[in-house]
């Protein structure tokens, strides 16, 4: 088996490469095709951890799902987190590889990386029948273009048949269409066999005439207008948190108010999705002293580098604000780097997250935690300690940390989590005011989150919501057929399937 592929690249970054990739991948699945999703190149803080521990960009790990098959690294096999202004984790094949400035990767990495690509690449085309690449940014940057390993030189390593897609809803498509392909090579631009508008809004009448117009001038066909779509589909990076916010802002009639504190290095903000889904809860993503108010509920999510967003947090007010809301009754609840944050002190002996070596944390939990070169990640199932709610809650979710975290008192303590291994994680503390967990992905148990709310629900003398819940794994499903019949019926899947069966036959010399 030797895969065909397709290309999705984009005029610029969040055109909704990611969303119509993961589209793809379900469409090609219903139709009964064995495919892969592919990135070569992901830079993004929210990541995704594969059966066998290995990290990559959260992105393909949905379009896996999407095209129901099991997440590799293969399928993104370099991994950039940004750690630090101009900074970033290098991840190849899910490990931590090394830490390294933009000048270093760019000067002394990138090539290099290129038989790491296309030795994935390889691997995937021997075990699928679809290859749904997905690239990075534009192709057409000037100044990064000889180090792009992300866009045309897979697209050329995959013999892949290019789309273009652009963002109509950020207004001059046709100039960012025209101008992408005027910056490309010539062989470059051979390659790019279709154009898809992307998030149209209005009449597609108004549209036509400019439709017309491009294809003459270009020569390329337009194979698609999606209309704009606001479905459920985990975001890629903190790229789409203001749209995110935009799209679903807290109602001044929500009767939990919920706040995430936005933090400057925030990493899985996924983690947060469902509790926009919950009846009842209002969300708001605030950075400054003066916004948080009075929550019921404070969350400090992931983070990049826990020391220099708790340094931030001293900085802007914001860890006296969190520690008085505490003491005033807000629940507080961390999740992994926001789980270090909620502790007495953090050590970090060997400098592995800046040159602070010692700091103190909110002392909302009585923790330590001293940060290793040794990254955990893993996916992770386990119990609900029965106290927090008078019964077992089964969970899982996943994580991607640095550092071990040790309890400092056993009064009024008990772990979060029994693990599945027999270990424990995380802490409840003050009969649950104040939870910490590595776990991320705990609010996609919607049993727990549903729980979790009917506690402050009680506290507030509102009624209970019924136990009965769909699953997360229900409504990702959903989200993802309904995603597929969207973009199915603007896309010209007909001239897809034709430029996929015209590989084919190129391959078996036809």
Same mark, same amino acid.
């Given at each position: 088996?030797? +895969?065909?592929?397709?290309?999705?690249?984009?005029?610029?970054? *969040?055109?909704?490469?990611? %969303?119509?990739?993961?589209? !793809?991948?379900?469409?090609? &699945?219903?139709?009964?095709?064995?495919?892969?999703?592919?990135?070569? $190149?992901? @830079?993004?803080?929210? &990541?995704?951890?594969?059966?066998?521990?290995?990290?990559?960009?959260?992105?393909?790990?949905? $379009?896996?799902?999407?095209?129901?098959?099991?997440?590799?690294?293969?399928?993104?096999?370099?991994?950039?987190?940004?750690?630090?202004? @101009?900074?970033?984790?290098?991840?190849?094949?899910?490990?931590?590889? @090394?830490?390294?400035?933009? #000048?270093?990767?760019?000067?002394?990495? %990138? !090539?290099?990386?290129?038989?790491?690509?296309?030795?994935?690449?390889?691997?995937?085309?021997?075990?699928?029948?679809?290859?749904?690449?997905?690239? /990075?940014?534009?192709?057409?940057?000037?100044?990064?273009?000889?180090?792009?390993? /992300?866009? @045309?030189?897979?697209?050329?390593?995959?013999?892949?048949?290019?789309?273009?897609? +652009?963002?109509?809803?950020?207004?001059?498509?046709?100039?960012?269409?025209?101008?992408?392909?005027? !910056?490309?090579?010539?062989?470059?631009?051979?390659?790019?066999?279709?154009?898809?508008?992307?998030?149209?809004?209005?009449?597609?009448?108004?549209?036509?005439?400019?439709?017309?117009?491009?294809?003459?001038?270009?020569?390329?066909?337009?194979?698609?207008?999606?209309?704009?779509?606001?479905?459920?589909?985990?975001?890629?990076?903190?790229? /789409?948190?203001? #749209?995110?916010?935009?799209?679903?802002?807290?109602?001044?009639?929500?009767?939990?108010?919920?706040?995430?504190?936005?933090?400057?290095?925030?990493?899985?903000?996924?983690?947060?999705?469902?509790?926009?889904?919950?009846?009842?809860?209002?969300?708001?993503?605030?950075?400054?002293?003066?916004?948080?108010?009075?929550?019921? =509920?404070?969350?400090?999510?992931?983070?990049?580098? #826990?020391?220099? *967003?708790?340094?931030?947090?001293?900085?802007?007010?914001?860890?006296? /604000?969190?520690? $008085? =809301?505490?003491?005033?009754? &807000?629940?507080?609840?961390?999740?992994?780097?926001?789980?270090?944050?909620?502790?007495?002190?953090?050590?970090?002996?060997?400098?592995?997250?800046? *040159?602070?070596?010692?700091?103190?944390?909110? =002392?909302?939990?009585?923790?330590?935690?001293?940060?290793?070169?040794?990254?955990?990640?893993?996916?992770?199932?386990?119990?609900?300690?029965?106290?927090?709610?008078?019964?077992?809650? *089964?969970?899982?979710?996943?994580?991607?940390?640095?550092?071990?975290?040790?309890?400092?008192?056993?009064?009024?303590?008990?772990?979060?989590?029994?693990?599945?291994?027999?270990?424990?994680?995380?802490?409840?503390?003050?009969?649950?005011?104040?939870?910490?967990?590595?776990?991320?992905?705990?609010?996609?148990?919607?049993?727990?989150?549903?729980?979790?709310?009917?506690?402050?629900?009680?506290?507030?003398?509102?009624?209970?919501?019924?136990?009965?819940?769909?699953?997360?794994?229900?409504?990702?499903?959903?989200?993802?057929?309904?995603?597929?019949?969207?973009?199915?019926?603007?896309?010209?899947?007909?001239?897809?399937?034709?430029?996929?069966?015209?590989?084919?036959?190129?391959?078996?010399?036809?």
């Amino acid at each position: 088996m030797r +895969a065909n592929s397709i290309m999705i690249q984009g005029t610029s970054s *969040d055109v909704g490469k990611s %969303v119509l990739c993961t589209a !793809l991948c379900r469409i090609f &699945s219903n139709a009964g095709y064995k495919v892969a999703p592919f990135k070569s $190149q992901n @830079m993004a803080l929210n &990541s995704y951890v594969t059966k066998d521990g290995g990290e990559i960009g959260r992105a393909q790990g949905v $379009q896996a799902e999407a095209a129901r098959e099991i997440a590799t690294t293969k399928m993104n096999p370099i991994l950039l987190k940004p750690k630090q202004d @101009m900074v970033s984790e290098v991840i190849v094949h899910g490990k931590h590889f @090394m830490d390294m400035s933009a #000048t270093n990767y760019r000067d002394n990495f %990138v !090539l290099q990386a290129l038989p790491i690509v296309e030795k994935a690449i390889r691997e995937l085309e021997q075990s699928y029948d679809i290859i749904v690449a997905e690239g /990075a940014g534009s192709p057409a940057e000037i100044n990064l273009k000889d180090r792009d390993i /992300a866009n @045309m030189r897979v697209a050329k390593m995959l013999n892949a048949d290019v789309f273009l897609v +652009a963002d109509i809803d950020r207004g001059g498509v046709f100039a960012s269409i025209v101008g992408t392909l005027a !910056l490309l090579d010539e062989d470059e631009r051979k390659l790019v066999k279709g154009i898809i508008i992307n998030k149209f809004r209005g009449m597609i009448e108004i549209l036509e005439n400019g439709i017309k117009w491009l294809e003459e001038y270009t020569g390329i066909p337009v194979i698609g207008v999606i209309p704009y779509f606001d479905l459920k589909i985990e975001a890629e990076d903190s790229l /789409a948190l203001d #749209t995110l916010k935009l799209k679903r802002p807290k109602k001044n009639d929500s009767l939990i108010d919920v706040v995430c504190i936005q933090l400057p290095r925030i990493s899985n903000f996924t983690d947060l999705d469902p509790l926009f889904d919950e009846p009842d809860v209002g969300v708001r993503f605030v950075s400054h002293a003066s916004d948080l108010g009075n929550p019921d =509920c404070i969350i400090i999510p992931g983070t990049k580098n #826990t020391t220099a *967003d708790l340094e931030w947090l001293k900085e802007t007010g914001l860890f006296e /604000a969190i520690q $008085q =809301c505490s003491m005033n009754g &807000s629940r507080v609840f961390g999740i992994c780097g926001g789980y270090q944050i909620l502790g007495e002190k953090l050590f970090d002996p060997d400098f592995v997250e800046s *040159d602070i070596k010692e700091t103190t944390g909110l =002392c909302l939990l009585p923790i330590q935690t001293t940060f290793e070169k040794n990254k955990r990640t893993t996916q992770t199932k386990g119990k609900i300690h029965p106290m927090l709610f008078n019964k077992e809650i *089964d969970v899982k979710g996943y994580e991607i940390h640095l550092g071990q975290t040790k309890v400092t008192q056993d009064s009024n303590v008990q772990p979060f989590l029994q693990l599945d291994d027999g270990s424990c994680d995380g802490i409840i503390f003050h009969h649950g005011k104040v939870i910490g967990t590595y776990l991320h992905g705990i609010f996609q148990n919607r049993s727990f989150t549903r729980a979790y709310f009917n506690e402050i629900r009680k506290s507030k003398g509102l009624k209970e919501l019924s136990m009965d819940v769909i699953s997360d794994k229900e409504q990702r499903e959903q989200a993802y057929d309904v995603l597929a019949q969207h973009v199915q019926q603007y896309l010209n899947m007909e001239y897809i399937y034709s430029l996929l069966e015209n590989q084919k036959k190129i391959k078996n010399g036809i």
